[in-house]
């Protein structure tokens, strides 16, 4: 986002909701508390700033990459120029439009931030200007410049798959046996990777991130019309599949005046890696309060200070488990008589603090 298209988003969580937004786990921004009725004003509010492109494409265009990627001298090619590229082909093509909101594309810069995302269409920036193309577990070289139409097509190829399958499949992983995405069929004619893995590494701390970039996480994945307009003045804001925001055009300086805004600015922080659902009151399902529950005492350092890994930790008021983190992560279950289950262990309420630090650190 522009500075101008957060404060759209700053200004309309005020006149329209609570003043609340959260971020999910795909980078999405959500405003709560929107009140009946208030839709074509908050959707006129969005399209002036430029953040609801295409009324036909609006649902498909869910593409998550690196977020630091061309701020920090990481990664092996900028994916955020890739990311524009894609949206602008996928906003080009009529027929992406009967693409699921569910089918998601992942673009990683090579440094395996992103990439174990679960996307249905994941490209690799890999060096030597090439990108690998990954889809239903098998994959294929080119070059990146190449890469944005590629996935493009291969999210053809899916909706062609799906179509001779005719099982209504949503995502790549749905799609019964023997219906794979034909890469060639869809004009992807590239070299096939071997064994194809997907790189794996960890999420940007909270900190400093170049000489000219901040990276922040917001508490419980939560942002509020204020903390947004903290982080202006920025040359743009990308939120993250992590619940946090990257600020690209901010000088390291302005740290504690995020921190006083009450963003996470430090990786010791207790809040970091701490992510719930919505819970009780918000939503009918909850069997408890678990945003309250969630919140560390301010007093307690991060667990896993002794360098052992620190695993993200997710509360959640039902068995869905809305919104919970990708990969290892510590599962903490609201039951019925008020108690949680921490990893499938009947944990009663006031142990919670200790049982989900062992819990985080001795995996
Ligand atoms: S996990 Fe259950 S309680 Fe939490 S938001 Fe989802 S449906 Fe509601």
Redesign the pocket.
Known sequence: MTSRQVKTLADAAERLGDGRLSITSRGNAELRGLADGCGAELAALLAEAGLLPSPTHERVRNIVASPASGLDGLGAADVQLWARELDTHLLSAPWAAALSGRFLFVLDDGRGDVAGLGGDVTLVAVGGGEAELHVGGRAVRLAGSDAPAAALAAAGGFLAAARRAGTGAWRVGELPQGYEVDLAESGVTAEPVPAPELPQGPPPSPGVLGPTALSVLAPLGRLTAARLRALLPAEEVRLTPWRGVVVAGADPARLPALEAAGLITRPDSPWAGVTA???RPG?A???AD?RADAAPDPARQRPGRSGRRVLPVHY???????GHPHGDWTDVLATAGGDYLVDGVPTPRTALPEAVTAARTTR
């Not at 959640?316 to 809305?322: A, D, H, K, L």
């Open positions: 659902c919505t819970g939503c399902k909850s069997l678990v959640s008021g039902c068995e869905r488990r809305c």
